[in-house]
């Protein structure tokens, strides 16, 4: 008796559980869409602010404002207090760096829309890779060039992949390029 009313319920109810399930994946995955595999994603920022005339004319160095890059999984955004550092002096009538310095005093943060961004499933890390020598470029192609930060390359899996499996033709620079891991469980713990 119990086991039929069991069964009556699950016949009717699966395939309503299945539905839902299916429909929340898919809109989950279109939804997400544009910053997983986004080649060129290029979304409009709070302020104007430009990699070609920082990182390219000013030369400042990639680190200076993502300072985990070379210690961390996240290479991080700066803050606006890195910002500060030259425009408590720089260009200060400039309306992006009015609004910057308002952010900054009160001690909020700035809102940059997140260029990339590699599902919780999967494991990305930038320690393991820019602490044994990869260039940025080699996965952001050139941001000294760009105005709008946007994204150069596709990290859907295949992609980690062909890097992983070819290093040595993908990272010709380096001296003895190991290739990076292409067990299942490297990159999904
Ligand atoms: C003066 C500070 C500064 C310097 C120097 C700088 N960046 Fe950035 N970077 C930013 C800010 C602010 C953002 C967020 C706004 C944007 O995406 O344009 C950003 C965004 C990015 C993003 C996209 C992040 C995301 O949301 O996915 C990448 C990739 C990046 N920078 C790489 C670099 C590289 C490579 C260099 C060196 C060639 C560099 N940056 C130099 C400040 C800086
Ligand atoms: C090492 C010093 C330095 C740092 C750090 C720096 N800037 Fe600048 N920035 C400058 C200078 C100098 C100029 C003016 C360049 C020119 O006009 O030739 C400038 C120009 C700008 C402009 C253009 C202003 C205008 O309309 O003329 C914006 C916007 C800007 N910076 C935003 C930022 C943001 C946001 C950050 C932090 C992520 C940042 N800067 C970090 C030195 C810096
Ligand atoms: C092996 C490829 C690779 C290299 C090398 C690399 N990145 Fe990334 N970067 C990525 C991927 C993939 C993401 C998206 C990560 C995520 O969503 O968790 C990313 C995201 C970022 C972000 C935004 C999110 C965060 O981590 O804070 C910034 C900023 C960034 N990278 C800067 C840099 C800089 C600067 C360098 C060089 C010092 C660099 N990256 C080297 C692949 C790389
Ligand atoms: C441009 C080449 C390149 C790209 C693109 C790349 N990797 Fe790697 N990765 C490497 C190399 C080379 C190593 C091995 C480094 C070593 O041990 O010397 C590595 C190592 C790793 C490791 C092992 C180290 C650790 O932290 O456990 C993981 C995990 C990893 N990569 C994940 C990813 C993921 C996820 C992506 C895509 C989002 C990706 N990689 C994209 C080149 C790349
Ligand atoms: C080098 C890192 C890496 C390795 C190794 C790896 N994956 Fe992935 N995998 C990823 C990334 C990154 C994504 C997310 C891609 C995206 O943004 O759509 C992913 C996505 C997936 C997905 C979701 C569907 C899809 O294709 O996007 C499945 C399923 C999957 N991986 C299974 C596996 C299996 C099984 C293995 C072993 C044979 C494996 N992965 C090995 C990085 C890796």
Request: proline share 5%.
């Given at each position: 008796m119990v086991n039929r009313t069991i069964d009556t319920i699950m016949r009717a109810r699966l395939p309503i559980v299945v539905f839902v399930a299916l429909a929340a994946f898919s809109l989950a995955y279109y939804v997400g869409r544009a910053e997983r595999?986004?080649?060129?994603?290029?979304?409009?920022?709070?302020?104007?602010?430009?990699?070609?005339?920082?990182?390219?004319?000013?030369?400042?160095?990639?680190?200076?404002?993502?300072?985990?890059?070379?210690?961390?999984?996240?290479?991080?955004?700066?803050?606006?207090?890195?910002?500060m550092n030259c425009h408590s002096m720089a260009r200060k009538d400039a309306e992006d760096i009015k609004f910057l310095k308002a952010k900054f005093d009160k001690g909020e943060p700035i809102g940059w829309k997140r260029v990339h961004r590699v599902p919780d499933y999967a494991y990305f890390s930038h320690v393991s890779h820019v602490a044994k020598g990869l260039e940025c470029e080699s996965c952001h192609g050139v941001m000294e060039a760009v105005t709008v930060g946007r994204q150069?390359?596709?990290?859907?899996?295949?992609?980690?992949?062909?890097?992983?499996?070819h290093a040595e033709e993908k990272l010709p620079y380096l001296k003895n390029p190991k290739n990076g891991p292409d067990h299942c469980w490297a990159c999904h713990r």
């Open positions: 595999d986004g080649v060129g994603y290029q979304p409009e920022q709070p302020i104007a602010y430009s990699h070609e005339l920082h990182a390219g004319e000013m030369q400042i160095d990639c680190e200076y404002c993502h300072t985990e890059a070379r210690t961390s999984r996240r290479a991080t955004v700066p803050d606006a207090a890195t910002c150069a390359h596709s990290f859907a899996m295949g992609k980690c992949l062909d890097c992983h499996r």
